[in-house]
């Protein structure tokens, strides 16, 4: 689920302007500047909760920006807020109308989020405009991979005549051969993408495609490698995981679920099947422990991605100069999720924006003491 946030505007400021008065002589792009290499910094230490907060503050300060209208993009397109990332990539592009990397995120977060025929129509016009680059021919294959999947296919296809080592067209092209069902094709492609370039994820691909095919040792050998290549590789892990427990390889399969749990302590998913596991090799307790742990943690996903939609909602309306409304949608977000420390921090952005100093300050203290990368406005 995502629902839009708009352009930012005369309601961005509205809401800062408590902010703003404490410092009124200072530079706002640069101050901006300041806010999204902060976020930059969070988001390198996977703090993305934190950096989407700082993300936001910077597109109020420097709305015409579009380096950080992009960052926002691409923090809201992470946390599934795609209507939202769609906005702020329109807004990066609207500045910087030539940049093909925020045009092909566009492109590819409005496939997403349900609108794949504007996604199409853009990359046929960019493929249009510049016939032999394989780069406009490989986005408009991502672009009609969901939809159109022969034509994706003699898409990617095009890629390769432009361009025979381009080892993305071809790993792609395999993505699109699974989802066909074509299993032993999208092998041989994703073959013939690491003999072009040994990446981690092509590993991983093809250690599900073996999967798939009942083949379960070339599977898991193909898994080592992506670990081999990515050791940090969570999904690979948990994947490996799966199948070793297929193989009743209690011991190796409880070990790689682990590790994946050690990488993304919420992955409810491995939880489930490390409990599976431990049931199936005998320690009932142990499991019973573990199913908890997995119904709790896909409860509190789902939880918290409610509570970022409400946000979300919060800051549109709060954009729009409706703090009063704003307010309530904020306070749905933290009755949603109470720990989820962006919608505290935006609730004393409403309450600043509605003439309630204390309330708001108790917000954004709630908001620090959840995440202490949130850091209240200066007059707070």
């Given at each position: ?170 790993y792609n092209l395999a993505l699109v051969l699974k989802r066909s069902d074509r299993l032993q094709e999208a092998a041989d492609e994703l073959r013939r993408s690491l003999a072009i370039e040994p990446r981690a994820e092509s590993h991983y ?114 954009d729009a100069g409706d703090p009063l409304r704003a307010l309530d949608l904020f306070r749905r977000a933290t009755a949603t999720f109470d720990a989820y420390a962006p919608a505290h921090y935006q609730l004393g952005r409403a309450l600043a ?28």
């Amino acid at each position: 689920m995502s629902l839009p946030l708009r352009a930012l505007g005369a309601g961005v400021l509205l809401g800062l302007l408590p902010a703003l008065a404490a410092g009124a002589g200072q530079d706002l792009p640069r101050r901006a500047r300041a806010a999204y290499d902060r976020a930059l910094a969070l988001e390198a230490a996977g703090d993305f909760s934190a950096a989407l907060t700082l993300l936001w503050e910077a597109a109020g300060l420097a709305p015409r920006d579009p380096d950080i209208q992009r960052g926002l993009g691409d923090a809201l397109e992470r946390l599934g807020a795609l209507d939202a990332a769609v906005d702020a990539y329109r807004r990066a592009l609207a500045e910087r109308p030539d940049d093909p990397r925020t045009s092909d995120r566009l492109i590819l977060t409005l496939v997403k989020a349900g609108k794949g025929d504007e996604a199409v129509a853009r990359a046929r016009a960019l493929v249009a405009a510049r016939p032999d680059d394989p780069a406009r021919h490989f986005t408009l294959g991502l672009a009609l991979s969901e939809q159109h999947v022969d034509e994706a296919l003699a898409t990617f296809r095009r890629v390769l005549e432009l361009s025979p080592r381009h080892a993305l067209a071809r790993y792609n092209l395999a993505l699109v051969l699974k989802r066909s069902d074509r299993l032993q094709e999208a092998a041989d492609e994703l073959r013939r993408s690491l003999a072009i370039e040994p990446r981690a994820e092509s590993h991983y691909s093809l250690g599900v495609v073996e999967w798939h095919l009942g083949r379960a040792d070339p599977a898991v050998a193909a898994l080592r490698e992506a670990l081999a290549l990515q050791p940090g590789y969570a999904d690979a892990h948990y994947t490996l995981g799966a199948i070793l427990k297929e193989k009743r390889d209690w011991k190796g399969a409880a070990q790689a679920l682990r590790r994946a749990i050690a990488l993304r302590p919420d992955l409810w998913s491995a939880h489930y099947t490390l409990a599976r596991v431990l049931e199936l090799s005998g320690d009932a307790a142990a499991a019973r422990a573990r199913l908890a742990e997995a119904e709790r943690l896909r409860g509190r996903a789902q939880l918290e991605h409610e509570a970022l939609v409400w946000t979300s909602v919060g800051i549109e309306r709060l954009d729009a100069g409706d703090p009063l409304r704003a307010l309530d949608l904020f306070r749905r977000a933290t009755a949603t999720f109470d720990a989820y420390a962006p919608a505290h921090y935006q609730l004393g952005r409403a309450l600043a924006a509605l003439g309630e100093p204390d309330a708001a300050r108790a917000a954004f203290a709630r908001a620090y003491e959840l995440n202490p990368s949130l850091v209240p406005p200066t007059r707070f």
